[in-house]
Every structure is written in C-alpha cells, then in structure tokens.
C-alpha cells in the first residue's frame, strides 16, 4: 500500500457534521495550524461557530460537496450517520477517513456485529428480526431475557426494548415501527468501559487509557479513568478493538464500547466511527487528546503520546441542569475541575451541552470532587 504524504500545519481539512465532536476537532485543528471547513445544515452548530468556514446545506448537497472537496486536502466525520454515499463524492477529491465502508458498518447494528465476530471480539448472542416471520426463530435462537434494538439509528438506549416472551417480543418490534431490528441476549453487565484508539494509514496504533462508563436514563453520565478492571480485562477489549481497526482498514479515531460480565469476560458492545464522549477526558489529562489524535491520524501523521497524565473523572453535563443556568462557580472554584461547554443556545433535557473534568491525585479523589461538584449543580437529584 503506498501512503500518500503527511498533510503540514496549513492544509485544510473539513468535518461532516457542526456538532459538538466538530467542535472540538475544529479547535484542535487550529491550535494545530491547519484551516477547517464545517459541513452542517444549522447556521447555530457548536463546530460552525470556530470554523474557517462553514458550509450550511445537508450533507447529500452535491454542491456543498463539490465546494468541499475543492476546498480541503482532507475530511472526517463526527458522527456515524451522516450517508456513507458523502464520504464516496468526497473521497473522488480528497483523502477521507474514515473509509465510507468502515462508516456503513457501524450503522447498521446487524454489519457491525457480524464484521466484529468476524475479526475476533466476543459479541452477545444475537438475531436478524426483518419481518413478523422472523420473531419466532429469533426467539428461539437468543432466548430470553433479550434487548429488541433497532438496527439503524438507536443511540444513547433509544429504539430498543426489554424481552421476556415472544409476546413480549412481538410488541415491541410492534412498537418499534415493525423496522429491521437485531435481538440480542441480555447479559448481566458488571461494568461498561470503552476503547478509544486512533489508527494512522501506516497502520500505527495509539490507544488511549480504558475508561469506565456510568450511564443514566441511557445517556453516558460519567467516566472513570484510570477503570477498574484487572489489566487482563484491559488487555482483552484491547486486542479486540485493534482487531476490529485493523479488519476494518480504518483510519482515524474509533471508539468500542464493552462489557465486563463475571470473571473478567468482555463482550463487544459496539463501535463508533469517531472520537466519543467517554473520550472526553483525554482533553485534559492525557498528553495528546483524542481530538488532536483525529488531525493526526487525518493528515498522516505518527500519532501522540496517549499517556494518562492524571487521573480523572469526566461528568457529562445535560440539558436538565439548566434552571435557567448552572451556576458555573460551583464548578470553577475547584483547581482541578476543567469546563467544556459547546456553545449550544437551547438547552433541553438529555441534550448534551458540555462536560467537565476533575483531576486529582488519586482515582479516589478525582471521583470525590466529581461527585460533590455534581451534587453542587443538583446533577441527579432530580
Ligand atoms: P446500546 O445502545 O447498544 O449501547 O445500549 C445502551 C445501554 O443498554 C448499554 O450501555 C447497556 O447499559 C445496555 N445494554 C445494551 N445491550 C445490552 C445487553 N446485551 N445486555 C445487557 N445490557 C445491555
């Protein structure tokens, strides 16, 4: 494979999609030297307010895609669902990665589960439910209890539900809009913890510390660096996700979310073709982010360093805890806690509108100022 040459400090590199993830990539590109052009239809996107330039149109505009691609040496996305077709128009005029295959893989769960089995992670029993004909052999291959999850576009727990019957069953694929739909085995989870790793065109692989992930309601509340899981379990999610990088031929940053059940096993959970929200502490306490790792392993350069400085504990901040407005001293009185906001001008519930990290001493203590900073903020007291 012949690898084209590094793009320097003054290139121009664009990002589908204006949210937060585009954000950040923005920021850490220009603090780099390099121009960004944002793609994203909302003239108010958290990436389109710090970008050289930002196109606002859709992301199948044949026009806007011309214009960027004429305009940048390289694109990226920040998130999986923008039309895998995109990444094809543009890749005819400029370098791209993540590949338009490794993005279609992580859209559909049913690709995705199949293609990590195939390069050796360990996944959940699980089933095809296409149509009503379906239901009774899923059920009898998966058993319950089981998760109904909606192939495409489930995130942060939407579009699925809990099985304990085929009756149940068939209610919920009901409910679910009767769309392709994957049922899965129920396990009983001990812990969440993810990879992040970036993957340059040289086939370098940087990983970034595993963080342990607590969820509310569906949505990532907290994460936990350094995890506590016996370096075995580390070792494991590893090998999986490099394995999976490495079958995919992808290029870029790519975060795996697992599952730690009894005796340390660990399940694939499933991908995301992008840098991710338990990525978010490496902002400030690892010695490259994942942001920075993305214009990295984009242009073509060796990757950094993605050692652990600190240990931290990320809390997600939601729309719910503006009451109008949080008050922000609460937060910024302490030393060690870093502010992320993304610059979104509504605020609703389950909307994720910034995060911050704590960083101390201790794993202990980082979890101890995250804990009483959120009771500060009222963060689940509601
Ligand atoms: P997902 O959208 O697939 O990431 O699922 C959202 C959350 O549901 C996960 O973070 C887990 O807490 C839970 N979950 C998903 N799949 C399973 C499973 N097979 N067994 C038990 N819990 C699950």
């Known amino acids: ?78 998130f999986e669902n923008v039309p895998a077709e995109s990444l094809r128009t543009l890749a005819k005029h400029c370098r791209v990665a993540p590949g338009a295959d490794a993005l279609a893989v992580a859209q559909d769960r049913l690709t995705e589960k199949t293609r990590a089995r195939e390069h050796g992670c360990e996944t959940a029993p699980f089933a095809n439910i296409e149509t009503e004909a379906d239901l009774a052999a899923a059920w009898r291959a998966v058993g319950g209890p089981a998760l109904l999850k909606t192939r495409r576009l489930g995130y942060d727990g939407k579009g699925q539900a809990r ?62 660096v350094p995890a506590g899981v016996a370096d075995s379990v580390t070792d494991a999610a590893r090998r999986m996700a490099a394995g999976l990088a490495r079958g995919l031929d992808y290029v870029g940053v790519m975060a795996v979310e697992f599952f730690v059940l009894a005796e340390g096993r660990v399940v694939f959970n499933e991908m995301a073709p992008r840098p991710h929200n338990s990525g978010h502490y490496t902002l400030d306490a690892c010695a490259t982010d994942q942001f920075q790792q993305q214009v990295r392993a984009l242009c073509g350069l060796p990757l950094g360093d993605p050692r652990l400085l600190s240990p931290v504990v990320m ?47 201790t794993p202990e203590a980082a979890l101890a100022l995250a804990e009483s900073t959120r009771a500060a903020l009222g963060i689940g007291c509601d």
């Open 163 to 224: 099985v304990d019957s085929l009756d149940d069953l068939a209610a919920a694929f009901d409910r679910l809009g009767r769309v392709p739909c994957l049922l899965e085995g129920f396990l009983p989870l001990q812990r969440e913890v993810s990879v992040v790793l970036a993957r340059n065109p040289a086939d370098e692989i940087a990983f970034f510390p595993l963080a342990e992930n607590r969820h509310r309601n569906g949505i990532l509340d907290l994460s936990i």
């Open 315 to 361: 809390v997600n901040l939601l729309g719910d805890v503006w009451r109008p407005e949080p008050n922000w001293l609460e937060l910024l009185r302490h030393a060690g806690v870093q502010l992320h906001l993304y610059g979104k001008a509504e605020a609703r519930p389950g909307r994720k509108m910034g995060h911050y990290n704590c960083l101390a001493a």
């Open 1 to 78: 494979m012949s690898i084209a040459a590094p793009l320097l400090p003054g290139a121009t590199l664009g990002v589908l999609g204006g949210g937060q993830l585009g954000r950040m990539f923005t920021l850490a590109a220009k603090v780099m030297g390099y121009r960004v052009v944002v793609l994203d239809p909302d003239p108010l996107s958290p990436a389109g307010q710090v970008a050289d330039t930002h196109l606002k149109a859709d992301y199948r505009d044949a026009v806007a895609l011309l214009r960027m691609g004429g305009l940048c040496q390289a694109v990226t996305t920040e």
